[in-house]
């Protein structure tokens, strides 16, 4: 069973909202986080990388960045551009991106669901990047990035939200400056609060699509508040932490392309012939190869593409890390052949999500790069699996879109 809890959110005022909402911090670099504040002085990345306000000499880990990001968020408060929830409160939030919708409930989960895998995983974190998040946290007493988790849809959570997205209002509904419409719904009613928490008694799992350090942050400062306050009784807010819950079936996953340096010794004859040995080599020529189905990969290189089909035989049916597109690439192309054994780590490799599209694979491959390959994206349905065996995926197999935005629900929690 799912635990999840409304919450008095602070909020952008309705004039504020599309200044301050903010794509997440990790998505953008430190230049061009401080080229948007600069463009919009209320951007809720003046608080999520609150670097931009300090000189460039100073570390983004610096505590100096931590304390200011405290620091803007009062002020921003005493200055109402956000306002408080006078009840704890439940919300819907709908994003639109090219005509497709998708709605995601807005609530605290349980950081004891988490430690517990009620909620479960499919990446492994980085203590690094963990820390950054745990001192923002920590330090503005507050969890200011949603989480993005996923669920199995269910027929009676639908109905609640299609009855209150009927009956209701927006509190918010605006357009970002990149054509991704946002609108947000309130559930402030005593009976659809509960149906809701309810209903999720009956969800045994939900699963994170997005932002595993910043829930895996979330927990520690939970655990970290625990240990502060003994007495604790499990009702404090640091034992829950801010996510938006989507049904599977309205989700999108795009797929994350991969790029590498060097053909490792090889040249364009040598490559195709190694490749031949585990895949069915087709050239395309100059048009763009986008894969239509699993199996199948795009390669572009020496400005052709090709179409790369793995031979059948290869693919384990019975493992759902090992049978990933991204894994089949990864163990019978970028490994064997261009000699990439860890992509975690390898600088030989980048990776390049499918929002930016293949001419973005052309250009880099003809700049800093030399090949790249187009990818079939990974479904939740697979993610869903992975998790579900307490397997991990290899890194950088979804990307999501559109992106939550930050700053538009901020959940404060108790010292």
Known sequence: MAIIKPFAAVRPTDKEVKNVAALPYDVVNREEAKEIVKNQPNSFL????????????????????????????????????????????????????????????????????????????HEKTREAKEQDRINHVDYCNAQTGPIFLAYRSNDTIKNIVDEVKEANKPIYDFVADDNIGHTVWIINEDEKIEAIEKAFVAIENTYIADGHHRTASAVKVGLKRREENPGYNGSEMFNYFLSVIFPQDELMILPYNRVVRDLNGNDEGSLIEEISKSFEVELIGEEPFQPTEKET??????????????????????????????????????????????????????????IRGLK????????????????????????????????????????????????????????
């Open 46 to 121: 003046k608080i999520d990388r609150a670097e931009v306000q300090l000189e460039s000499s100073v570390s983004t880990y610096d505590q100096q960045v931590y304390l200011r990001a405290r620091d803007t968020l009062n002020e921003m408060i005493n200055e109402g551009i956000f306002i408080r929830e006078d009840k704890k409160v439940f919300y819907l939030y709908q994003l639109t991106m090219d005509g497709r919708k998708q709605t995601g409930l807005v609530a605290c989960s349980s950081i004891d669901d988490y430690i517990n895998n009620v909620i479960k995983k």
């Open 360 to 415: 973005e694979l052309e250009k880099r491959a003809t700049s800093d790069m030399k090949v790249a390959f187009s990818m079939y994206p990974t479904s939740i349905e697979e993610l869903f699996e992975v998790s579900d065996a307490d397997k991990l995926m290899p890194p950088k197999s979804t990307w999501f879109e559109p992106k939550l935005r930050s700053g538009i629900f901020i959940n404060t929690i108790d010292k």
């Open 297 to 354: 990969f795009g390669m572009f290189l020496n400005d052709n593409w090709y179409k790369l089909t793995i031979d059948k035989a290869l693919v384990d049916n019975e493992d759902p890390v090992k049978k990933l597109d991204v894994s089949l690439l990864q163990d019978y192309l970028l490994d064997p052949i261009l000699n990439i054994k860890d992509p975690r780590v390898d600088d030989r490799i980048d990776f390049v999500g499918g």
